[in-house]
């Protein structure tokens, strides 16, 4: 019993730990469908290409760290306003379907070049910001630093983004995605709020990749369907926050971690494939029961 | 026994009361009007009789069986057949196909069957063709039969949609506007179609129009709705002259009309022409 | 808005949150969109020979295109026989060439779903998966034969296929696209992961049906039952049911008032899908002879949706090619079959040396087994985004020359239709 304890308490610490991943992968989900109704399947693939541009700056061009993460950021940067020009816009007018399918393109060609580009090492290792490591005492969980900072970048980001959305620039969006023809009337250009969407959603992308592609070894296609998946995750949490709460993607990233590492239990182990069942159940279940999220807050009712 | 009636049916979205206790009733073979001003819950109404929404309170009765909760499909079973405002078609479809699909409670084997391609269903399929032509040439539209619908002029549509309504083998028919895009003389035409088809299908029509003068020469009865109540009703001439409805009608439409009770006349003409 | 016939006299909608926001599970909210509809001059329920009545083709013009049946005809079933063919077909070859025809098949189930009923799959790998490993269950452990395994598998199919609409019902389009996503992972690792009936990690045997053991013969097999999922997709799309699917893709009100079951006939479009799945699952466990679970994963899923998309929804014809031109694409073979060919046509002027891989590989610096990885992505977005008929709207012309028609550049052509996006 009390060994049960200890897992779940382990479970809780790295789960939120690795759901602090999550957020931030479905912050830029819920930021995006809130500006025009897409779900970008392409998300979590804005995360690997800056991963991969942080990994070519810093370990095969030598630059400083920092500099390696500007570089990686610009990348994810570059490929979601690419997305926005070449997908979003030509597909306005199209069934969201569609639009689906094209996000998940981008991702496609993201993960193809990927594995063109970077065939000659295809298991690469990114260095760690900071190789430290404690014991929370008590639970016995392992925390790294380099998973605290992600933990503490996902609380800047959020605060960051709670203050965007209270300036001008984050005022203009909210009224383009609620009334767009208003919106051009009064002077507000919904086309380059959708820029400012995408740009800002491809950031949160790429921090999320840059951030955790030194928690393992990673690959082509790294947190769409490799080791560090994070877009059903991601989703998922978007989910529970009704697709439209940001302080709810939060929670929802955490809420989704836990549940998938009670799926690392003993009681589970001769259960093959534990982590993608407790999260197929838990989607279902959500779905079904709460389809209109959990952790939605003052933001829908507004 | 009436066909249709309707039982003080009030419907609510949210906080708008969107029908408030709206009772009506068609009898075997009559033709029911219904006009009133816009946003009087005219749709609304049909779509409560149709199964597209379910009343808050009251009933909708058909042959005298209780029908409120029964699904749209259903009830196209039983034979109750609708047209809808903005054209109701299969778009994407030639109008033979859209007959043929409108004469799906008729085709007579299991869609499992059509999907292993039995002898049968070639068979049927070809008699389903030829209904569908059949009914195609009552209406006068042999000549459209392999255009696609999204390629046609909005008035050639609103006898498609009546022709793929009466495809489905309705005993009761809810026509909404069926009358929208037609000038006066179309209209009239519109007119004596629906009366033939009354005598030859045998059928009981529910229709919503603004084109007052359609509307009082062919139905028996008409009924005036607005602000989703019924303001009044009785025989047409009766309706049309009710002070009520004049002055609904007035306050509805801002721009000044000419003569006194006339007025509900020319917010006829106006339709919408520029449509589909 | 003064005239009076012109606004709606209520656009309130009990299927619509209060506050205009996304419900799922409430399918209808009438959103507007246009969607790309391509005119399909062969639609269901026009007979060829009824489309265009007063054309006949010459003498010469049933010649013509009886050289070109004949031509397309010893392309796909002489291929293994290597007559007169330029392409030098090997036993290594001849096996990819049947994993096209069972992409085909693959194919043309997701277009049942994505095509004809308007629902998204991104977890079709498991609905194969299923027919798969049931297959390779039947024969190796129960020791049955083949062709009931197919028909379990089929079955097998159908029934979680179903399962997976019934939830559908309950959800809108892109909240079901996540469930499917999640199922898909599930199944692979969960589902395929039971070492009891998989086999685990070290997979499960499938051998090949008596008679088929040859990479030749199981070629024919796999065409074989192509041709039986063609048929069944050509007459869904002529009958009751693909009527039905096509009025509720397009607007679910007005399937209804026609007298539809839209429900159920979402449901048959799923079990449709699952039997063409179990089909195309079985004949690739018996292809590859031994299956493992990890080789159905998400990019299985999204290179049918690469097939179909790219192929042309709702034309079989060019799902069929499209499903090919990714098999053969993702197994190299394509260029080289390319090569082969310009090899062949080439030699007798002396120009044989040139390679279209070391082209690629030297001026672009694209290695021949990245091809297929780069391509099929941007022709993804290539055909979403500028030829939404896809391939199957490019073959049109030809398609419909062949089948006794004028020949016209713009058949085919892809128009805009406003549509009733409610199933998204």
Redesign the interface.
Known sequence: MSQLLTELGIAVVAGILQGSVYALVALGIVLVHRAS?V?NFAQAEFGTVGLFGAYTAVVLWGWSYPAGILFGLGAALALGLLTER??IH??R??????V???T???A??A???Q??RF?ETPIMTMPKIHEGFFRIPLIGASVTVQQLITLGVLAVASVALALFFRSPSGLAIQAAQQEPTASELVGISVRRVSMLTWAIAALLGGLAGILSGPYTTFTAGFL??GAGRA??PG??AA?LA???SMPGAVLGGFAVGIVEQLGTLTILLS???????M??AF??GV??LR??GIFVGRA??A | MSVLEVDAVSIHFGGVKALREVSLRAGEWEIVGIIGPNGAGKTTLFNCVTGFYQPTHGQVRYRGRDISRMPVHQRTALGIGRTFQNVGLVKGTTVLENLMTAQHLQVDYDPWLGIAGSPASFAEERRVRERGDQILGLLDLDHVRHERVADLPYGVLKRVEIAAVLATDPDLLLLDEPGSGMGPEEAHELGDTLLTLRKEFGLTIVMIDHHVPLVTRVSDYVYCLNFGEVLAEGHPDVVRHHPEVVRAYMGEDAAPGPGDTAVIEPVVAAGNGGRG | MTTTGQTRSTPVYPGRHADGGPVPGAGATDETTVIPVVQDLDDPGVPDDEWDEEFRPSRGGWVGRGLVWAFLAWLVLALPVNRFSPFEVGVADIDVLSLAAIYAIGGLSLNVLLGYAGQISLGHQAFVGIGAFTSAYIVTNLQLSFWLAVAVAAGFGAIQATLLGAISLRLSGLYFALVTLAYGTFAEETLFGIAALTGGEGGKPAPRPLGFESGYAYYYLCLGFLALVLWLDWRLTRSKGGRALAALRENPRVASSYGINVKAYILLAFALSGIFAGIAGSLMAHHDEVIVGSSFDFRLALLFILMTVVGGLRDRVGVVIGSAFFALLEEKLLIEMIERLCHFLLEPFGLAGWSIGEVLQGTVGLPLEFVGLIVGPLLLLLTITKYPGGIGQQVAPIRLWLTGHRFDRHAGAVTEVEVNDVRA
């Open positions: 109704g779900f070449l997908v030509p597909l007018n199209a069934s969201r379907v569609t689906l399918v094209g998940a393109g981008v496609l060609a993960v193809g070049i594995f063109w065939n769409t369907f877009l059903l989703f998922m989910v009704g697709m439209r259960v093959p494939g534990a982590r993608a069942m999260l197929f989607l279902l779905l079904l389809p209109q829908a009712t």
